[in-house]
């Protein structure tokens, strides 16, 4: 499956955002999908996941409360609002897919990234 983020961009602290993330194939909705973050010379970060069926959802610490991730399964499309932003959610967002029934699935099991989108929170 091929995935297309988008909707990142510069927003002041405390601002909002959403994210969308595009997928090429009609079994998208057999995937479970997250987004992750990654900020230069660190390690990717899971920020949330959500379960195949769009039932069950799963958030970093960090972002619980402020962020929210859907998806449509008939518009192959996955979503993460993001509210109350602050300048350490600053990174590169990325959108995952895995052929997993888990909720949140074990890292290696996200075999399909997306190119990521640039979200930059200024104070």
């Known amino acids: 499956v091929q995935l297309q983020a988008s909707g990142g961009g510069l927003v002041q602290a405390g601002g909002s955002l959403r994210l969308s993330c595009a997928a090429s194939?009609?079994?998208?909705?057999?995937?479970?999908m997250a987004w992750f973050r990654q900020v230069p010379g660190k390690e990717r970060e899971f920020v949330a996941a959500i379960s195949w069926s769009g039932g069950s959802t799963h958030y970093a610490d960090s972002v619980r409360d402020r962020f929210a991730i859907s998806r449509d399964n008939a518009k192959n499309m996955l979503y993460l609002q993001m509210n109350n932003l602050k300048p350490e959610d600053t990174a590169v967002y990325f959108c995952a897919a895995a052929a997993s029934t888990l909720t949140l699935a074990p890292l290696r099991e996200y075999k399909y990234w997306g190119q990521g989108t640039q979200v930059t929170v200024s104070s």
């Open positions: 194939e009609r079994t998208f909705s057999s995937y479970g």
